[in-house]
């Protein structure tokens, strides 16, 4: 009974047409990897003797490519760095990126898995690799809070879509030279 029961399982294709085409829309990670990866430690070893706490500078920025029909590149960009008024303790610059596959979706459902759910899928992986650098560099790991990914996609589009309105409606830069 098993056996059959995982036949039909098997055989079960959802979102299939009968004539063997797939209709169904689908996103997923395909892999992930790290494409470029800097560590400075500019002034090692009297960084390790400075007593004041550093400032942490975190920068973030997503980027999407597409590489061929179905498959698109996102690269999530960390620029970190540890400041103090001695100086800097170190800077890690890591650009982690993912090769994203998806069918069927229509544009808009397309851009907001490549710049909202993709980097969340791949933000945790990013995150360890900064925490290791940190880590290696001699230093504490850095562990990066969350980031709502989806939450800064929708005030992404709700901003250009008020500069758009803005600018339909007249309100947009100034014109001319006063």
Do not use: C
Request: charged share 20%; glycine share 8%; no cysteine.
């Amino acid at each position: 009974m098993a056996e059959e029961e995982g036949s039909v399982i098997s055989d079960l294709k959802l979102g299939s047409e009968g004539n063997g085409e797939d209709t169904a829309p689908s996103a997923g990670i395909i892999s992930q990897y790290v494409k470029d990866l800097s560590v400075e430690n500019p002034n090692a070893p009297a960084s390790f003797q400075w007593q004041e706490a550093p400032q942490i500078d975190v920068q973030f920025n997503i980027a999407a490519q597409r590489i061929e029909d179905d498959i698109h590149e996102v690269e999530l960009k960390i620029i970190t760095s540890a400041k103090t008024e001695s100086g800097t303790a170190y800077v890690i610059d890591l650009a982690y990126a993912g090769l994203v596959g998806m069918r069927n979706l229509d544009d808009n459902n397309a851009h907001a898995f490549l710049f909202a759910e993709a980097p969340r899928i791949l933000f945790p992986f990013a995150r360890r690799i900064v925490a290791d650098a940190a880590r290696d560099a001699g230093y504490a790991p850095l562990m990066l809070d969350p980031i709502d990914f989806n939450g800064l996609y929708l005030q992404q589009m709700a901003e250009q879509q008020a500069a758009a309105q803005g600018d339909a409606d007249g309100e947009g830069a100034p014109v001319g030279n006063a």
